[in-house]
C-alpha cells in the first residue's frame, strides 16, 4: 500500500486541465470496462476490488482532509473528480462510508472514533450502509420508531428499518434512532453505529420490481451496542444528520443519468428509423433541449460550490428537474419500443440491442429517494417561494 | 485578469440594472402600458425620445456612430427593466433586431446613416422578412419578395407579415430576392406603392402586413446582397431570439410573484389559499421553469457577448433559449391565471397585461414547438456525426 503519496501530493496545487488529465488517465486506464454505466448498483463483490483499488492509489476518499487519508479536495478540485467519473460512466462503490460516515466522524465525532474507524473506511475494510428509513418513516422521517434504551455500558435498541441499500454486503450500519420518547419529534433522536454483526441484527434483502435486491429490511432485536459508538451528544442526532446533507445534494441533480437515457432513445430511434417522423423528433428535440436545460441549471449550482458558496434550499430545483427529466425520458422509451415495450432485458433491433425498460425502471426510485419530489417541492414552496404553512 | 474583468462588469450591469429598473418603475408605470393599448402607434413617441436620453437607444452601437458600444447582457438589463413594466415601446424590435441587422449590414453608407439616427433616437427601423401566415416556412436565407435592378432604379413586388412594431416604424428593412440572391433593402415608410395594414396585436400593439406593388426605390437602398446579406440576417434573428427571451424571463418573473403575493394573502376556508399544497406545487413547477429559463437566459448572453462565438452555435443556442422562454411564458401565464381563479380573468387586474405581452413574444419570430424544428434541423448534422 502507498498511504504515503496520497498525504504528499497537494493535488489542490496542480491547475485544473493538469488535475483533469491526471484523473481521466488513470479512470480510462484502470477502470473495468465491463462495469461502466451500470444500470444498477453494483454488489461488493462486483466494484469491491476497484474501490480497493482507489484506496491503494489514495483516491477513494476524494473530499477528506488528508491527515485522515483523503485526498483533501478543494471544492473546484472534487467537482472535476465527479465530473471525469461521470464521463467515463465510472460505478458506484458502496460509499456511504466515505460520503457520510467519514465527514460524519470528521465534524461530530470523538478523537476515538475517528481512529478506530476512520482508517478502517479509507482501506475498505469497513462498509457502511445507512439506517435512516422505517416501514413508516419514509418522507416524514422524523416520525422514527426504533428505539434505543440505556442499560449499563450499552444502549439496547429495537426496532426496523427499510430501504437499506446494499445492506446485504456492509459491515456496518449507522442509525437513527429514537432515545427520548417524550420529546418532540425532531428533538429525541439520536445517532448510533453498529457492528452488522452484532446478535439480534437481521438483514432481509427486498426484490424490486427491476429484479434486482438493491435494498434491504434490518431487523434490530435486542440489539446491544456499546454507549460509546453514540456519534455527538444525546437526542442531538436530528441536527447532525441534517448538516451532513452538505453539497452532495447537487449531484442528485447531475445531467448525466439524463443524458445517458437521452442517448439510449437517440440510439433506438435511430435503429427504428424514426428521425423521418415529425412527431418523434418533436417529442425527442424537447426531451433533448430539457436535458440540454438542465445541464445549464447544474451548471448555475455548481458555480457556487465552486466560490465556495453554501447551497441553499433552491437546489431542491435540480432534483425534480433531473429525475423528472430521466422519467420523461424513460417514458418515451418504452413508447417508441411499441410492442416490446413490456419485454424486460434487451431486444434485437436492427443495429443492436435496445434495453427499453431498465430507464423506466430506475426512474421510479429516483423520485423518490433523497426526499421525494413532493417533499422537495414542499421545501421550495416554504423556503424559496415563502408561501404559508 | 479575466475575473477582475468579469467581477468589474458584474458591477457595472448591477448600476445599470438598479437604474433601468428604477428609472421604468417611475416613468412606465403598468397604467401607462394599459393606456396605450389600441393607440396606434400603440407606444409614445415621446416616451422613446427618454430612452434616448438615458443612452438607450445607442446601448449596441459602435462609438463612431453615436453609440455606447455594450454589450448583450447591458442590452439585456434595460430591455428586462422594461418588460417588467410591460412597457409597450418596441426597444428589442427596433434596437435589437433592426439595430443589429444595420450595424452587420455596414459598411453601407445608408445603413451608417440610420444607426447614427437610431441611436439618437431620431428614427425607429423595423424588420420585414416573414411571409408566412404561421411562420413556419419562413427561412433567413430566402424570401418570395423579389427584388429587381432596373437602371439606376430597384422595383420590389411581393408581401411581408409579423412586422413589429406594425404601426410608427420609419422604415423597414426587407428581404427580397433578387439577381446576386438574398437581398437587404431599406424601404422608407412613405414609399410610394408600399401599403402598411396594421393589425392589432393581443397586447393592444400592432403588427404590420406590408404589401409591395412595383415598389421603386433608390440604388443605393440595398443594404447588403448575397451570403453576406443571410450572416446579417440570421445573426440579428438570433440576437433578437435571445433578447426577447429576455423579455419573456422579465415577463414571467412579474407574473410568478404577482402569484406568490396572491397566494400568500387571498384567504378561502378560513386560512391563505397558499397553504394549500396542491397549490404550493403548482407554483414550484412555475419557479422551476423560471430559473431554468434564468440559467438559459444567462448562457445565451455570454454567447453573444463572447468575441469567438461560431453562428451555428449561436443560432441553435438562440432556438433554444427561445424555445424554453415562450413555453415558460404562456406555462407561467396560463398558470398565474389559474391561481388567481376569476380575478385573473378580468381586464382591471394587471395580470392580463402580462398575459397578453407573453402571447405576443411567445409567438413572435416562431414559438416553442417552431424553434424546436429550427433546433433539431440545426443539431441534425451534428448528432449524426456524434453518433457516427
Known amino acids: ?389 | 485578469m479575466t475575473t477582475t474583468h468579469d467581477s468589474e462588469r458584474a458591477e457595472q450591469l448591477t448600476l445599470l440594472r438598479e437604474s433601468a429598473l428604477s428609472f421604468a418603475a417611475k416613468a412606465s408605470p403598468l397604467h401607462r402600458a394599459r393606456a396605450l393599448r389600441q393607440q396606434t402607434p400603440g407606444f409614445d413617441r415621446q416616451f422613446w425620445a427618454a430612452l434616448a436620453e438615458q443612452g438607450w437607444t445607442g446601448l449596441l452601437v459602435s462609438e463612431k456612430m453615436g453609440g455606447y458600444e455594450q454589450g448583450f447582457a447591458e442590452m439585456a438589463e434595460v430591455v428586462a427593466a422594461l418588460a417588467t413594466q410591460v412597457a409597450p415601446e418596441p426597444v428589442v424590435p427596433v434596437l435589437v433586431f433592426a439595430g443589429r441587422l444595420l450595424a452587420h449590414a455596414v459598411p453601407s453608407d445608408l445603413a451608417t446613416r440610420l444607426l447614427t439616427e437610431m441611436a439618437e433616437g431620431r428614427t425607429l427601423p423595423a424588420v420585414a422578412w416573414q411571409e408566412d401566415i404561421t411562420g413556419a416556412k419562413d427561412r433567413t436565407d430566402q424570401a418570395a419578395t423579389r427584388l429587381e435592378r432596373q437602371a439606376d432604379a430597384l422595383l420590389l413586388n411581393g408581401s411581408k407579415r409579423h412586422v413589429r412594431p406594425g404601426a410608427g416604424a420609419d422604415g423597414y428593412i426587407v428581404s427580397a430576392t433578387g439577381p446576386g440572391g438574398l437581398a437587404l433593402v431599406w424601404v422608407p415608410a412613405d414609399t410610394a406603392d408600399l401599403t402598411v395594414t396594421s393589425q392589432p396585436l393581443a397586447d393592444g400593439s400592432y403588427a404590420a402586413q406590408l404589401d409591395f406593388n412595383n415598389v421603386r426605390l433608390p440604388a443605393s437602398h440595398l443594404l447588403a446582397e448575397g451570403p453576406n446579406a443571410v450572416a446579417a440576417l440570421t445573426r440579428a434573428y438570433d440576437e433578437t431570439l435571445v433578447s426577447t427571451s429576455v423579455e419573456l424571463l422579465a415577463l414571467v418573473r412579474g407574473m410568478l410573484s404577482m402569484t406568490q403575493d396572491y397566494l400568500r394573502t387571498r384567504v378561502q376556508f378560513g386560512k391563505p389559499i397558499g397553504t394549500f399544497q396542491s397549490l404550493q406545487h403548482r407554483a414550484v413547477d412555475l419557479l422551476l421553469q423560471q430559473e431554468l429559463t434564468a440559467s438559459i437566459v444567462t448562457q445565451a448572453l455570454a454567447l453573444l457577448d463572447s468575441p469567438d462565438s461560431d453562428a451555428s452555435a449561436r443560432s441553435a443556442m438562440a432556438s433554444r433559449v427561445k424555445s424554453r422562454a415562450s413555453d415558460a411564458g404562456l406555462q407561467v401565464a396560463r398558470e398565474a391565471v389559474q391561481l388567481h381563479g376569476a380575478i385573473g380573468v378580468t381586464d382591471e387586474y394587471d395580470l392580463g397585461l402580462y398575459l397578453q405581452r407573453a402571447l405576443v413574444l411567445a409567438a413572435w419570430l416562431g414559438n416553442g414547438s417552431q424553434q424546436r424544428r429550427r433546433y433539431a434541423d440545426l443539431t441534425q448534422n451534428a448528432t449524426e456525426q456524434e453518433h457516427a
Not at chain 1, 481521466?24 to 469491491?48: A, D, N
Request: net charge neutral; with cysteine; hydrophobic share 40%.
Open chain 1, 1 to 389: 500500500m502507498n498511504t504515503t503519496a496520497a498525504t504528499t501530493t497537494d493535488w489542490n496545487a496542480l491547475d485544473n486541465a493538469s488535475f483533469r488529465a491526471t484523473v481521466r488517465e488513470f479512470f480510462e486506464k484502470h477502470f473495468p470496462g465491463e462495469w461502466r454505466y451500470p444500470q444498477r448498483r453494483l454488489r461488493w463483490s462486483e466494484i469491491g476490488p476497484w474501490y480497493l483499488k482507489l484506496s491503494e492509489k489514495g483516491w477513494v476518499a476524494p473530499s477528506w482532509p488528508t491527515q485522515y487519508g483523503g485526498m483533501g479536495l478543494s471544492p473546484e478540485k472534487l467537482i472535476i473528480f465527479i465530473e471525469e467519473q461521470e464521463r467515463w460512466g465510472v460505478a458506484r462503490a458502496p460509499d456511504m462510508g466515505i460520503t457520510m460516515v467519514g465527514p460524519l466522524l470528521i465534524n461530530h465525532g470523538n478523537e476515538a472514533q475517528r481512529a478506530y474507524y476512520l482508517p478502517k473506511i479509507i482501506a475498505g475494510e469497513h462498509i457502511w450502509c445507512q439506517g435512516y428509513s422505517e416501514p413508516n418513516s419514509g418522507s416524514d422521517l422524523a416520525s422514527l420508531r426504533t428505539e434505543a434504551v440505556v442499560d449499563g455500558d450499552d444502549f439496547i435498541v429495537n426496532g426496523q428499518k427499510t430501504w437499506t441499500t446494499l445492506a446485504q454486503d456492509a459491515t456496518h450500519i449507522f442509525l437513527l434512532v429514537r432515545t427520548d420518547k417524550s420529546a418532540k419529534k425532531q428533538e429525541g433522536i439520536s445517532f448510533l453505529l453498529a457492528d452488522m454483526t452484532t446478535p439480534g441484527i437481521t438483514v432481509r434483502p427486498i426484490r424490486n420490481i427491476a429484479g434486482s435486491e438493491d435494498f434491504c429490511e434490518v431487523f434490530l432485536e435486542n440489539v446491544r451496542v456499546p454507549r460509546t459508538s453514540i456519534v455527538g451528544e444525546l437526542n442531538k442526532g436530528w441536527t447532525i444528520a441534517k448538516a451532513l446533507l452538505g453539497f452532495e445534494r447537487i449531484f442528485l441533480g447531475s445531467p448525466k443519468q439524463s443524458q445517458y437515457a437521452l442517448a439510449r432513445v437517440r440510439e433506438a430511434g435511430q435503429r427504428l428509423g424514426l428521425f423521418e417522423d415529425t412527431g418523434f423528433v418533436d417529442r425527442y428535440t424537447k426531451l433533448a433541449l430539457d436535458v440540454a436545460d438542465l445541464g445549464a441549471l447544474y451548471g448555475r449550482f455548481i458555480e457556487q460550490v465552486k466560490r465556495g458558496e453554501t447551497l441553499g434550499p433552491d437546489v431542491s430545483m435540480l432534483k425534480l428537474f433531473a429525475t423528472e427529466t430521466y422519467s420523461r425520458l424513460a417514458d418515451l422509451l418504452v413508447d417508441v419500443m411499441g410492442s416490446s415495450g413490456g419485454t424486460p432485458g434487451s431486444t434485437a433491433l436492427p443495429g443492436g440491442k435496445t434495453d427499453a425498460l431498465t430507464t423506466f425502471y430506475n426512474a421510479r426510485p429516483a423520485t423518490i429517494y433523497g426526499g421525494s419530489n413532493e417533499v422537495q417541492r414542499n421545501i421550495l414552496a416554504a423556503s424559496v417561494l415563502k408561501l404559508p404553512s
